[in-house]
């Protein structure tokens, strides 16, 4: 596994590109920075890995595109020390860049093959990354309450487990859309009783699947 000087370059130009689509929180572009994205991917996507684009991983999954990353991490307002969970581990991608910024994660995956992967692959870079087999539906209940819960999957609906999973005051970052595009929404948790919802744009995301056996 080798960062090289030409890595590290490409992976500032990203981060400029990145910057100019409208990302201001510097703690998310220095994450972006950090982490070798190239290290996801395999081994004939090296050349385009700091492209800013969307990649497959295998099992019908992609490892989003930084800009989305960015955008979605952005929307969390994530500070150093926050307990965070993420829907969908993928690649790893994702979760390392929370790591980076200082965050206890969290990440489930339902796609065992990919579980496996992605579990030997944080080993090998050394982050502290906490993953889980399993549904996301239903989130890490043995583990809540969490600061802050992000979605990288298209949900058809907010699963209320995760609502009930986020401290008060906590956020969940999800794109709901059972369509083609999703709707990127930001849940504030204001009380144990009630929520508030905001609307950030639409993207497109794979389908968060249900039930852990494959």
């Known amino acids: 596994m080798i960062d090289s000087y030409r890595h590290k370059g490409l992976r500032r130009k990203l981060v400029e590109e990145v910057r100019s689509k409208g990302i201001r929180d510097e ?10 994205r190239h290290f996801f991917l395999d081994s004939s996507f090296v050349e385009i890995a700091y492209q800013d684009k969307p990649f497959p991983i295998g099992s019908g999954q992609t490892i989003s595109q930084p800009y989305t990353v960015a955008y979605q991490t952005q929307l969390l307002n994530v500070e150093k020390g926050m307990k965070v969970l993420e829907v969908g581990t993928g690649s790893g991608y994702q979760a390392c ?3 980076e910024m200082g965050a206890r994660v969290y990440s489930i995956e339902r796609h065992r093959s990919l579980y496996v992967k ?10 502290k990354v906490k993953l889980f087999y399993g549904d996301g539906y239903k989130g890490l209940p043995a583990f809540a309450p969490f600061d802050r819960i992000l ?6 609906y907010i699963p209320e487990a995760l609502i ?13 859309g059972a369509g083609d595009t999703q709707v990127m929404k930001r849940i504030t948790k204001t009380d144990d009783e009630k929520t508030k919802e905001e609307r950030f ?5 794979v389908p968060m699947l249900g039930n852990k056996a494959e």
């Open 27 to 36: 703690k998310v572009l220095t994450a972006l920075e950090a982490v070798p």
């Open 201 to 205: 744009g639409y993207f497109r995301f």
């Open 118 to 127: 992605t579990r030997e692959l944080m080993d090998k870079m050394n982050y």
């Open 164 to 176: 009930d999973q986020l401290k008060t005051g906590g956020l969940l970052v999800i794109p709901v």
């Open 97 to 99: 860049i929370l790591e």
């Open 151 to 156: 979605v990288t999957a298209a949900a058809p």
